[in-house]
């Protein structure tokens, strides 16, 4: 691999290693340290590559020369040093005999409890997401940016209260005793379910699919799953529902970039590897008593799996929707329930259905519609795709409306 490919990839993949393993060596106190002398260390290797060609072992450089500069930072460094964590001093009698484990288990310890320390309740939903992005997943402030539909200077600031907060708190980053998993798994939940989110449909990029955020929420959520103190139901439900959604990647969009309907998917492009894993994950998640919307949700999805219609299918998916909208209501959920009857009951009452919701600042909401109404009154139909462009903010959604417009006019 080029060097103007190696690092950029390997900053993807080690930066947020070794600054997890940093911040929990060092504590909350020190994350910008931390991030200082990962980020000093792409510099070096940036420099020396450029000169002496890529090593042969890439990341095994990179983890050397971190725990040099991490050493030599303590020596230089007395203020650090009389700063440095209590758990820290007392492990080691000097700077020298400092440990910097970058061992897979000490890297995996670090990052799950990095992740329960990132997703603490004093700080806001948006504060955990960035967080996560920047210290979990390696992103860069520009990333973030655009992931929230924002600037550099909002993001910057953001990060800089949250670990503000976060110090201020007090909070100690170390493996969650039961009590924490118990109070904060929620939370990491909520945050790595918006994370994946905001990937499988992203308005960012100007793009319906964001794969690097759906596999960085995968990826965490795994962590959760190898540790037996959260390998609990709710996280391999959600899991589930992350792999049967990421099978249907390479279907959702074409080749011009465009988003593809559900019902137009060339199924042979699901990944039935991703179908099989969802189906394992919602197995080890079926103990227990406790349903979540986890639960609900990836029941709907491996229901996606089933390309041909019938019966079963969208009754079994319909009284998912009834059972999660009962759980925790959501208009979207409202919206997608009423699709669902469309394929159970018939269009006619789904519209009935969907024109209580008044989602009117929602695309999706006029395109649900507009879908109903085609064959039942076209004309009505091609107002509520109308206005679905109007409100439609990614280009590629602004695609797909405008081919449903074009094939009414055809038959109008």
Not at 320 to 326: K, P
Request: aromatic share 8%; net charge negative.
């Amino acid at each position: 691999m080029e060097q103007q490919e190696l690092i950029p990839n390997l900053f993807r993949t080690e930066y947020r290693k070794i600054v997890s393993v940093l911040c929990y060596l060092f504590g909350m106190d020190h994350i910008e340290t931390a991030e200082d002398i990962v980020s000093d260390t792409f510099l070096a290797a940036t420099e020396s590559w450029s000169v002496n060609g890529n090593p042969e072992n890439p990341t095994a450089w990179l983890y050397t020369v971190a725990k040099n500069k991490t050493k030599n930072y303590l020596k230089r460094n007395t203020l650090f040093e009389q700063k440095l964590s209590k758990e820290i001093q007392l492990n080691t009698s000097s700077t020298e005999e400092i440990e910097i484990d970058l061992s897979v288990k000490n890297i995996n310890d670090s990052q799950l409890a990095m992740i329960f320390a990132v997703c603490e309740s004093s700080i806001s939903t948006e504060s955990q997401i960035a967080l996560a992005l920047n210290l979990l997943c390696g992103f860069g402030i520009q990333e973030i940016a655009d992931a929230f539909l924002t600037n550099k200077e909002v993001i910057y600031k953001r990060l800089n209260r949250a670990k503000e907060k976060l110090r201020k708190e007090k909070l100690k980053i170390q493996q969650p005793t039961l009590s924490q998993i118990e109070d904060r798994l929620p939370t990491v939940l909520t945050t790595l379910y918006l994370l994946f989110s905001e990937g499988y449909y992203s308005v960012s990029h100007d793009t319906v699919l964001r794969k690097n955020l759906c596999f960085e929420a995968m990826r965490l959520t795994i962590l959760l799953i190898d540790n037996e103190k959260t390998n609990l139901p709710d996280v391999n439900a959600l899991h589930a529902l992350m792999c049967f959604h990421s099978s249907r990647f390479e279907a959702r969009v074409n080749e011009n970039g465009e988003s593809v309907l559900y019902h137009q998917q060339n199924e042979m492009l699901w990944d039935q590897k991703l179908i099989d894993d969802g189906i394992h994950y919602l197995n080890q998640a079926s103990t227990g008593n406790n349903v979540t919307k986890y639960h609900l949700e990836a029941g709907i999805a491996f229901w996606h799996t089933k390309k041909e219609d019938t019966v079963e299918k969208w009754e079994s998916i319909l009284q998912l929707y009834n059972q999660l909208l009962q759980l925790e209501y959501s208009p979207i959920a409202a919206l997608n329930r009423t699709f669902a009857l469309s394929k159970a009951n018939g269009k006619k009452e789904a519209i009935e259905e969907a024109e209580k919701l008044q989602l009117v600042d929602n695309h999706f909401y006029y395109s649900l519609l507009g879908n109903l109404y085609t064959d039942i009154d076209n004309h009505k139909a091609l107002s509520q795709f109308e206005l679905a462009l109007e409100l439609a903010t990614t280009a590629a959604d602004k695609k797909t409306i405008s081919n449903a417009i074009q094939k009414l006019q055809d038959l109008l």
